[in-house]
T-cell receptor, first 114, second 114 residues
Framework: GQQVMQIPQYQHVQEGEDFTTYCNSS?????IQWYKQRPGGHPVFLIQ?????EVKKQKRLTFQFGEAKKNSSLHITATQTTDVGTYFC??????????????FGRGTQLTVWP | DTEVTQTPKHLVMGMTNKKSLKCEQH?????MYWYKQKAKKPPELMFV???????INESVPSRFSPECPNSSLLNLHLHALQPEDSALYLC?????????????FGDGTRLSIL
C-alpha cells in the first residue's frame, strides 16, 4: 500500500495567494525530501529535513517536519507563476529501508493564475 | 542543466523490438536508480544499483533488464514491451547509504509502445 500520503492532489491559486501541501506517513521516517517537477520536466531536489520539528526556509518556501517525524508540509508564500509544477514529498523509513529507497507521495499539482 | 544524462530523449518502438535506454553520471555517485513515471503520478521505483550491484528489484517484469557496466553508466534493456509500458523512464543517482542523500534525476526518456 501507499507509504506516504500527500494532499491535496491539485491546487489552483491566483498569483499572490499562499499554497500548502501536506504529507503524512504511517510509519516514522528517518528523513523526508521535497522535489519539484515542472510540466514536461524531471523531479528536482529542493530540500531535505532530518530532525524532529525541523523548519527550513528557502525564500518564499517554508518546509516543516513534524515532531513525530511522520508528517511534513511545504508552504509557499505569495505564489508566482514560476511556482507552477508538481511538488512531491519523499520519505525514507526509519528502519528496514536500504540504499536510499524513497517513498514518494502522490504529489500536489500547483497551478497559478496570473 | 541536469548532471544525469539520459538517451534517447524520446523512443517509439513496437512490441517485438529490442531497444536500450542509457544513463550516465559523472558526479561520483555509487547508487543509481531506474524509475517509471506515468502522467500525473509519482515516480515508481523499478531498480536500484549500489556499487554496480543490483540491490533492489521492485518485482519488475523480465521484459525490463537493467545493467550497470561501471559506476558511471546504467542501462535498461527493453524487449517485448506492452502498450501499458509507455511512460517516462527516469534515471537518478545519489551517494548510497542511510544518510540524507538527495537523488539527482535525468531528463528522462519518453517511451511509446505501439
Amino acid at each position: 500500500g501507499q507509504q506516504v500520503m500527500q494532499i491535496p492532489q491539485y491546487q489552483h491559486v491566483q498569483e499572490g495567494e499562499d499554497f500548502t501541501t501536506y504529507c503524512n506517513s504511517s510509519t516514522t521516517l528517518s528523513n523526508i525530501q521535497w522535489y519539484k517537477q515542472r510540466p514536461g520536466g524531471h523531479p528536482v531536489f529542493l530540500i531535505q529535513l532530518v530532525k524532529s520539528g525541523e523548519v527550513k526556509k528557502q525564500k518564499r518556501l517554508t518546509f516543516q517536519f513534524g515532531e513525530a517525524k511522520k508528517n511534513s508540509s511545504l508552504h509557499i508564500t505569495a505564489t508566482q507563476t514560476t511556482d507552477v509544477g508538481t511538488y512531491f514529498c519523499a520519505g525514507r523509513r526509519r528502519r528496514g529501508s536500504t540504499l536510499g529507497r524513497l517513498y514518494f507521495g502522490r504529489g500536489t499539482q500547483l497551478t497559478v493564475w496570473p | 542543466d541536469t548532471e544525469v544524462t539520459q538517451t534517447p530523449k524520446h523512443l517509439v518502438m513496437g512490441m517485438t523490438n529490442k531497444k536500450s535506454l542509457k544513463c550516465e553520471q559523472h558526479m561520483g555517485h555509487r547508487a543509481m536508480y531506474w524509475y517509471k513515471q506515468k502522467a500525473k503520478k509519482p515516480p515508481e521505483l523499478m531498480f536500484v544499483y549500489s556499487y554496480e550491484k543490483l540491490s533492489i528489484n521492485e518485482s519488475v517484469p523480465s521484459r525490463f533488464s537493467p545493467e550497470c557496466p561501471n559506476s558511471s553508466l546504467l542501462n535498461l534493456h527493453l524487449h517485448a514491451l506492452q502498450p501499458e509500458d509507455s511512460a517516462l523512464y527516469l534515471c537518478a543517482s545519489s551517494q548510497p547509504g542511510q544518510g540524507v542523500q538527495p537523488q539527482h534525476f535525468g531528463d528522462g526518456t519518453r517511451l511509446s509502445i505501439l
